[in-house]
C-alpha cells in the first residue's frame, strides 16, 4: 500500500494539516501536497478508469505529464473536470471526483469493454460504423455519445473570474529548474529585461530531487540562492505557476498563470493568460521520463522512476512496501537509493542492459539491492493494484524466470527532452540514437521577424541531461561565459539502452497487454495493426489509433508509439519523424482564454442618443451590427406583430417617427470628392446639384452590389454619403482603401461622421405639419421638393432637412448634433401628439420598403448580385467611362439574359411565403441536385394591402410577369405569382406632394 | 502573431492591430481590358512560398494602409513602406538581396 512517511517530505507542512474529499470520502493531506500526493498517502492509487476498456487506472507521473489521474474538482458554479492530480496543490475543502467509472470506480460496469479488447481494435470505429449509412444517426452515433468524452460538462456558469496580461521582455526563460535559473542569471548579468516563468509554485525543478551539488553546495541552497540574486535585479521578474502554452510568430508567447487554484474564496481571478512579446526565447523546459512497454504496465501501483523518487522526496510519500525498479539506465537506479534510504523495500532492479556496472549501480550493489542484468518484466500480476512481476530475460520471448511479489513497480524507459517549445514555431529536431531521443536541431532552429533563431532550448530540454552539461549549456545559452559557469556534482551515468518493448520478442498475448497511450487505451498491438493496415505515416496512424489524441498530448506515449510503429515498417526512428507539436503545451482554461470578453462586454453596444428613450417606450430590440434598434414598440397586451401592423397603418395614415441615427455619414471633401465618388458609385454624383440628394449604388470591383445610400451635395467641394446602418465602417474603409493605396494623387479627405449625428426620419401624410409647428425652416413643397435638402435651425436645434423617403410617404429626414438628438425626438413628441404621432420601429421601415419595392442590401444582395439584377440600370450611368465594377458587370456571365432577376411575387391565396425558399425547374443542375428558378428574398404581411407580399429573384423573372410559380417549403408546394415588385402607389404620388 | 512596423506612424504593431490585403503592386485593369487583364488583375495572384510583397492596414492605430515585404516560409520580415510606391523601392529590394542571394528580383 502507499503511505505517509513518519519523516521528510521536503516541499510540505506537517504542521499545516488540510482535509478534502474523494468521491465523498474525507480524507487528510499536508499544506504544500498535490492533489496526487494526498490521494497517495491516503493509499488511494485507484483514481480512475480509462476511456476505452474502462481499465482501472492509478497515479503514473508527478507532473504535467500524467495521463490516467483525472478527477473533477469542485462543486456546482466551481466544477470543473479533468483536473490533473498530480498538477494541482491541495487546498483545504477541495472536493474531488473520479472519472469515467459508473456506477463507482471500484465497480464499473464499462469495464466489460476490458474483456471485448479483441473485437475493439485500432480503428474501430471506422470499421464497424460505416454502413448501412442511416443506423451511424439513429443508433450507433446515440450510443457513442453516452461514452465520449472524459469527465462531466460543468452545467452552472463559471463563478470565477479571469483575466489578460501583456508583458514584454528581451529574453523569456521558460521553466525554474536549475538550468532556467542559471540561463536567467547569465542573461541578466548582461542588463536585459529577463522574465522567468515556472509552472509550478516551486523553483529548482528535479535537481533537489536528484540530490544534485552545485557549485560545492547541496541544490537546494544553490536554488534559493540564485532565487533571492534573480530577485534582487531589477531588470528580472520571476513568476511562478505560469505555463508557457505556445511559442508564436515573432516571439509571441501565450502563458497561463495559475493566480487563484490554490487560494479559493480569495477575491483575485482565478487565471490570468499572459500575452508576452519576447526577444528571444530560452526554453529551459527539462525531459520527461518514459515509460516502458511491459505487459500489465497500466495495472495501478506501475509509475515512473522519477516520479516515485518525487512522491518520497517531496511529499514523504510512500508509493508502495516493495517496488521493484525496471529500467534501461542509470538514473533510476536514483529512485532505488532514494526509496532505500526512506526505509522501504526494494526487492529487486531489473536492468535490461546486459551490464550495469556505472557508479550508481554499485551504490545500489554496496547498499544489499539485487539488481539482475538483462532482465525485463514478462507480465505484472495484478487488477486494480499490482501484487507482482513476472521477470524475464530482455532478450527474450517472455518465458518467466522468476515471480517477486511486490505493490509498486517503478519504471524508466529514458527521457525525452520537452522540445514543445522549440518545435510549435517550427524548430526541426534530430534524432540521438545513444540515448534514444529527439534533441533540437541547432542548425533549423525557428526564425523570428529577422531571420535569426529566436527559440533555443537549455539544458536537458537541448538534451544535456547530466546536472553538469545542463548547466554549462544553461549558463551559455543566456549569454554566460564559459569559465564562470555553475558547476554541478553528480554521480556519472553509464549509457543507456533503448528499450521499445520488454521482451524483445514478445509474442501477440503480451503486446495486446503493453500500453502505449493510457488515457485513450492504445496498445503496442494496435500501432503494429495500424501499420499492417498501411499507415505509414506518423499523423496517419495518431488519427487512426488514436496514441497520442489524450489531454496529455502525447507526453508519455509519442516517442514509444513511433519506436513501435518504425519498427513494424522496418525503417529508422528518424524516417518516421514526430507528429507535429502544437499549442497549447498544457491545457489551459477557456475562462483565461475569454477573460473579461464575457456577459455585456462580450463585445461592445452602440447606443444612438435616443436609446434610453426606446427602452423606457419598451422597445422590442433588433441587433444590427453592434447597434441595437428598436424592432417595433409594442403597446398594452399587443403582440410583436400587431405592434408592426399598427405602426405601419398609423405611419401610412397620419404620422411615424423613426430614429434613424444609426445611418452610416460619411463626409466626402476635397477638389477632387466629385471625381472620386463617380468612381465610386454607378452613377454620377459630380453632377449633382448643391441643395440636391440622389440614390446611389456602390460595387465592388468584382462588379457586385456591396452598399445604397442617399448622397447629398452640401457645398461645392462637400458631399454627405449615407450607408446602410451596418455598412458604414466598413464602406469608409473602401473609400480609404481606393484613396490611399490607388488614386493617392487625388485631393480628398473622408471623414465618418456616423456618431456625430443623430437622424430622424419624420414620416407620413401630416409630416409636413410636425416640422411647421417646430419651425425655423420653410419645408413647402416649392422650398423643399422631394430629393432636395436644406438646413437651418429647427425647433432651435441646428438641422439639416433631406426631403427623402424609404416609405413611399411624405417624409423628411432631419439630422442634428447626437447631444440634440434626444431634446429633438422629444420635441417633435410634444408637438406631434394630436396628428397621431407614434414611433416605429425597424420592422415597419422593412414592410414599408418592401411594399414600395425598395430593396435592401443583404436581403436582395448575398454578394453574387449586381445592380442589373434589381432592376436599378436607372441608377447606372451609360456615359461614365469607369466606375468600380463597371468592367466586371460586362463580362458575359454578367449580360447572360438567364440571370436571376427581382420580381414581385403574391401568394394565390395571399398567404405569406416563407422566407428564403426556393422554387424548382425541371431537370438537375450539373452537380446533380435539383434545379431551381428563383427564391424569395423578402417577404411580408402587408397591412396596407392585407394580404403577403413578397420579392425574390427569378431567372428571366421580368419576362415572365403573370407567370405562376411553384415555391416548395417543408415539402409543400406554395403557388405564387409573378408579379411587378411595387405593391403600393406605384406612381409615387403620396410622396411628392 | 506578426509584429509589422507602420511606415507612417512609426509603430510596431501587433498582428490585432493590422488588417491584411493581399498582394502588394496590383495594376488595375478597367472598362476596355482585355478578359485575360481583366482575370488576372481580380483573381491571379502570386501565393510564393518564399519573398511576397503584401498590403496591410493599420486598422486599429492610424489608419494608413502600407506595404511590406516577407518571407511566407520563415516570415521574416524584410522591411516596410508606404503604400503610394509603385513598385517595391530601392532599399526595400537590397534588403531582400542581402538575405536572400538567390532571389530572382521584383517582376
Known amino acids: ?993 | 502573431m506578426l509584429t509589422l512596423t507602420c511606415p507612417c506612424c512609426g509603430v510596431a504593431a501587433e498582428e490585432t492591430e493590422l488588417a491584411p490585403g493581399g498582394e502588394a503592386h496590383l495594376k488595375r485593369f478597367g472598362p476596355g481590358a482585355s478578359d485575360e487583364d481583366f482575370e488576372g488583375y481580380l483573381f491571379a495572384r502570386k501565393n510564393p512560398k518564399g519573398v511576397h510583397f503584401e498590403r496591410w492596414r493599420h486598422a486599429m492605430g492610424c489608419g494608413k494602409w502600407f506595404l511590406a515585404a516577407r518571407c511566407t516560409a520563415t516570415l521574416e520580415v524584410f522591411g516596410t513602406y508606404k503604400a503610394q510606391s509603385p513598385e517595391p523601392p530601392p532599399e526595400i529590394i537590397a534588403a531582400i538581396k542581402a538575405r536572400r542571394p538567390d532571389w530572382k528580383g521584383y517582376s
Not at chain 1, 881 to 900: C, F, I, V
Open chain 1, 1 to 993: 500500500m502507499s503511505t505517509r512517511l513518519a519523516t521528510g517530505g521536503r516541499l510540505i507542512d506537517r504542521s499545516k494539516p488540510l482535509s478534502f474529499t474523494f468521491d465523498g470520502r474525507s480524507l487528510g493531506g499536508f499544506a504544500g501536497d498535490t492533489l496526487a500526493a494526498a490521494l497517495l498517502a491516503n493509499d488511494q492509487m485507484l483514481i480512475g478508469r480509462s476511456f476505452k476498456y474502462h481499465r482501472p487506472r492509478g497515479i503514473l507521473a508527478s507532473g504535467v505529464e500524467e495521463p490516467n489521474a483525472l478527477v473533477g474538482l469542485g462543486q456546482g458554479p466551481r466544477f470543473e473536470p479533468d483536473q490533473r492530480t498530480t498538477t494541482t496543490e491541495l487546498f483545504a475543502g477541495a472536493a474531488t471526483v473520479s472519472q469515467n467509472a459508473w456506477p463507482n470506480l471500484d465497480l464499473d460496469i464499462g469495464a466489460l469493454n476490458n474483456l471485448a479488447y479483441r473485437f475493439l481494435p485500432a480503428g474501430f470505429y471506422y470499421k464497424t460504423f460505416m454502413f448501412p449509412r442511416f443506423a451511424w444517426k439513429h443508433l450507433f452515433e446515440p450510443v457513442v455519445r453516452l461514452s465520449a468524452g472524459i469527465g462531466r460538462v460543468p452545467k452552472d456558469r463559471d463563478a470565477d473570474r479571469y483575466e489578460q496580461a501583456y508583458d514584454f521582455t528581451d529574453v523569456l526563460v521558460v521553466g525554474g529548474g536549475v538550468a532556467g535559473l542559471a540561463a536567467a542569471l547569465a542573461a541578466a548579468k548582461g542588463g536585459q529585461r529577463v522574465l522567468v516563468l515556472e509552472q509550478t509554485a516551486h523553483w529548482g525543478g528535479r535537481a533537489p530531487v536528484d540530490g544534485i551539488a552545485i557549485n560545492g553546495m547541496p541544490a537546494d541552497a544553490w536554488v534559493a540562492e540564485t532565487v533571492a540574486s534573480l530577485a534582487a535585479l531589477p531588470n528580472v521578474t520571476l513568476r511562478r505557476r505560469t505555463m508557457a502554452a505556445g511559442v508564436y510568430d515573432h516571439g509571441y508567447v501565450v502563458a497561463q498563470e495559475a493566480v487563484a487554484d490554490h487560494l479559493p474564496g480569495a477575491d483575485l481571478p482565478r487565471h490570468r493568460l499572459w500575452r508576452i512579446r519576447a526577444g528571444r526565447i530560452i526554453a529551459a523546459t527539462g525531459a520527461i521520463e518514459r515509460p516502458l512497454a511491459f505487459a500489465g504496465n497500466d495495472i495501478p501501483g506501475v509509475m515512473l522512476a522519477s516520479a516515485a523518487r518525487d512522491y518520497v522526496v517531496n511529499w514523504a510519500v510512500s508509493p508502495g512496501d516493495r517496488t521493484v525498479i525496471v529500467t534501461n539506465n542509470d538514473d533510476a537506479y536514483r529512485t532505488a537509493l532514494a526509496l532505500h534510504d526512506a526505509g522501504l523495500v526494494v526487492p529487486a532492479i531489473l536492468d535490461a542492459r546486459a551490464k550495469a556496472a556505472g557508479e550508481l549501480p554499485a551504490l545500489a550493489r554496496a547498499r544489499g539491492i539485487r539488481v539482475l542484468e538483462g532482465r525485463g518484466i514478462a507480465r505484472v500480476k495484478g487488477g486494480k493494484r499490482v501484487k507482482a512481476v513476472e521477470v524475464c530475460a530482455q532478450a527474450g520471448e517472455g518465458a518467466v524466470l522468476e515471480t517477486i511479489a511486490c505493490d509498486c513497480v517503478a519504471m524508466s524507459g529514458g527521457f525525452s527532452p520537452v522540445v514543445h517549445l522549440y518545435s510549435q514555431p517550427g524548430g526541426k529536431l534530430v534524432w540521438d540514437a545513444a540515448n534514444g531521443m529527439f534533441t533540437p536541431d541547432p542548425a533549423r532552429a525557428p526564425t523570428g521577424a529577422d531571420g535569426k533563431p529566436f527559440v533555443t532550448c537549455a539544458g536537458a530540454a537541448s538534451g544535456a541531461l547530466q546536472a553538469a552539461d545542463a548547466l554549462a549549456d544553461a549558463h551559455a545559452a543566456g549569454g554566460g561565459e564559459a569559465a564562470q559557469a555553475p558547476r554541478a556534482e553528480a554521480a556519472a551515468e553509464a549509457p543507456m539502452q533503448p528499450v521499445w518493448m520488454m521482451p524483445q520478442g514478445a509474442p501477440a498475448k503480451l503486446r495486446f497487454k503493453m500500453w502505449l497511450d493510457f488515457q485513450n487505451d492504445v496498445k503496442v498491438s494496435d500501432v503494429q495493426l495500424a501499420a499492417r493496415e498501411g499507415y505509414e505515416s506518423v499523423e496517419h496512424t495518431k488519427r487512426y489509433t488514436t496514441l497520442g489524441m489524450a489531454s496529455d498530448q502525447g507526453k508519455m506515449s509519442n516517442i514509444n508509439g513511433l519506436a513501435i510503429l518504425s519498427d513494424a515498417l522496418g525503417q529508422p526512428i528518424p524516417a518516421t519523424g514526430t507528429t507535429t507539436f502544437r499549442p497549447p503545451y498544457a491545457p489551459i482554461s477557456f475562462g483565461a482564454i475569454a477573460a473579461e470578453a464575457r456577459g455585456e462586454i462580450f463585445q461592445p453596444l452602440r447606443r444612438t442618443p435616443m436609446h434610453d428613450w426606446h427602452a423606457a417606450a419598451g422597445a422590442h430590440w433588433e441587433p444590427v451590427g453592434l447597434w441595437r434598434r428598436p424592432y417595433c414598440y409594442p403597446r398594452g397586451g399587443e403582440s410583436h406583430s400587431q405592434a408592426v401592423n399598427r405602426e405601419v397603418t398609423n405611419t401610412r395614415q397620419n404620422l411615424g417617427l423613426l430614429d434613424a441615427s444609426t445611418l452610416g455619414k460619411i463626409l466626402v471633401k476635397g477638389p477632387d470628392a466629385g471625381r472620386f465618388l463617380d468612381m465610386l458609385y454607378t452613377g454620377v454624383m459630380s453632377s449633382l446639384p448643391v441643395g440636391k440628394c440622389r440614390y446611389g449604388l456602390m460595387c465592388s470591383e468584382n462588379g457586385f452590389l456591396i452598399d445604397d445610400g442617399v448622397v447629398v451635395r452640401l457645398a461645392d467641394d462637400a458631399w454627405l454619403c449615407h450607408t446602410t446602418s451596418g455598412g458604414a465602417d466598413r464602406i469608409h474603409a473602401h473609400m480609404e482603401d481606393w484613396l490611399q493605396c490607388e488614386w493617392w494623387d487625388w485631393q480628398v479627405y473622408t471623414a465618418n461622421l456616423t456618431e456625430q449625428f443623430a437622424q430622424v426620419a419624420v414620416v407620413g401624410p401630416n409630416a409636413r405639419k410636425l416640422l411647421e409647428r417646430l419651425g425655423g425652416i420653410d419645408v413647402s413643397k416649392e422650398a423643399l421638393p422631394f430629393m432636395a435638402f436644406t438646413e437651418g435651425t429647427l425647433a432651435g436645434i441646428p438641422a439639416r432637412i433631406f426631403r427623402i423617403s424609404f416609405s413611399g410617404e411624405l417624409s423628411y429626414e432631419v439630422a442634428i448634433p447626437a447631444s440634440h438628438g434626444l431634446a429633438f425626438w422629444k420635441a417633435c413628441l410634444a408637438a406631434g401628439a394630436d396628428l397621431g404621432l407614434m414611433p416605429y420601429g425597424t420592422e415597419a421601415l422593412h414592410v414599408m420598403r418592401a411594399e414600395k419595392g425598395f430593396i435592401m442590401i443583404g436581403d436582395e444582395t448575398d454578394g453574387t448580385v449586381i445592380p442589373q439584377d434589381l432592376g436599378l440600370g436607372w441608377a447606372i450611368s451609360k456615359k461614365m467611362p469607369d466606375y468600380l465594377g463597371k468592367r466586371a458587370q460586362e463580362r458575359s456571365h454578367m449580360t447572360n439574359p438567364e440571370r436571376w432577376k427581382l420580381v414581385g411575387l403574391e401568394t394565390l391565396d395571399g398567404s405569406v411565403l416563407p422566407d428564403g425558399v426556393l422554387a424548382p425547374a425541371p431537370g438537375a443542375n450539373p452537380n446533380g441536385q435539383r434545379a431551381t428558378q428563383g427564391r424569395v428574398t423578402s417577404t411580408y404581411f402587408s397591412p396596407t394591402l392585407g394580404c403577403g407580399i413578397a420579392m425574390g429573384l427569378v431567372r428571366r423573372g421580368p419576362e415572365r410577369i403573370g407567370e405562376v410559380l411553384e415555391f416548395v417549403a417543408a415539402g409543400k408546394s406554395i403557388p405564387a405569382r409573378i408579379c411587378d415588385q411595387v405593391f403600393y402607389d406605384k406612381s409615387g404620388e403620396k410622396q411628392n406632394v
